[in-house]
């Protein structure tokens, strides 16, 4: 169960989207997105693969450009900041990859060290590993430190890629599909890890998933996306008691198969 | 041309030849961020210092042996022709001419080209598929300075040192070779060998070299940054790299060759 000890703070939307649209060529994948995630709180984005879920949150860290419609991020317009300016904005936001993206020709505490060496460059390196522990001590593998990304498992390797997002200390974490791929019980230990991100980092999250159980476990308020559009938000009990259409396709396959 | 949907599309051409300027285009802007990013701090001293034993120190085995056995093989094939004119004493100059003018330049660039070029494109372009340089980009880091800049400049840095080096064998190789059939010493050789060499023909080289050097890198790592299709992609990228810079390289020898010749 949700263990949210965090208030969501209504009056303090950390990220802002208005009539956002985004194509590739013919296919439209993101057709007029309205989007509020207020501070401590976790939104879940469901829908079905191809439905444009990983390209909205690409294009809130700035990955992607949008096509028209508005992106604030804890106060700045993604799409006018400089390269500079949005590299100072980018600390202040995590991205966990579907894929984790771990450096695979560096070890996990040379992968989390990476953005810290980086990005300040001040830290000695006593700091760095103290940092790298702590890190490694609140997702869970504190013993895999020497090890390369190809000795992980695909749930190590997820929980890698988040606390390489956590060394910066983000205020707003985004998830791509941070269950996909693994089995119920590594996914209920992610789960858990996204709960604790938020309580123990006081972080905001966007959750891009089609993990029913990811949503109903993580989610303060879950926002059905098909065909570019929302087409239901609301908690999850909300959502899911009138089951129609595709949010009864998704609970279907979900909970009853 | 009309397509299945109704909607007018371009002839085949017409695309190929956007397509052919759209490269043209994208390279330019490459390039252009390329010396934008170069000149601005910080520096990546240590991806830089790591990039040049990865493209200097770890090619310094096979620019050895080709150098080597360069050397020989000229004087080997020289020593015919030569003999028949009774003038084998040319053979110190004519080896050293034809290593630093062309023979050094174009064999160290072409092993950098196979050997680093294509580790550079498959290494860039597995990072891309991936979503490694898209993981830098989301931590506030600047992949482009990381990877490409460092990648580069070391290239651009470390072939004109192996191509003196290279150029340095392949006279070795050779002064064996004359030792064991006309008894030359050492400094005999090398005071005949060096006596031909002019300082522009130092300069050619150093400016082939130089040329060559960041053709590779920037060839390489436009091809691995550009990567896309999964691993299909990574052994395209690597493939292309090799084949552009080789091909970018004997253009420029021409090139180089005319314009240094007009000054001579």
Redesign the interface.
Known sequence: MKENNHQVDRNNAVIKIRDLYKSFGDKHVLQGIDLDLYKGENVVVLGRSGTGKSVLIKII???LKQDAGTVNVLGEDVDQLK?ADL??L??K???S?Q?S????SMTVGENLA??LQ??N?SFTKDQIRKTVDIVLEAIGLPDTINQLPSELSGGQKKRIGIG??LI?RPEIMLYDEPTAGLDPITSMELNKLIIAVKERFNTSSIIITHDLTCAKEVGDRVAVMDEGKFIQTGTFDEVFNEKTGLIKSFYDYNFIQ | MNSTNGKQDKPVITAKIDGFFLVFYNIAVFLGRFFREAFRPPVEWGEFVRQCYQVGYKSLALVTVTGFITGVVFTEQSRPTLSEFGVTAWLPSLVAIAVVRALAPLIAALICAGKVGSSIGAELGSMKVTEQIDAMEVSAINPFRYLVVTRVTAMTICLPLLMFYNALIGCLGSYIDVHAHEQTSLISFFDNAFAQITFLDYTTALTKAILYGFTIGIVSCYQGWNASQGTMGVGKAANVSVIVSMFLIFIEEVIIVHVFNSIR
């Open positions: 860290i700035g990955l390269d590299r100072e980018r600390l936001v995590g991205f990859f894929s993206a771990l450096y695979d990476f953005p980086r990005n460059r390489r997002t910066l």
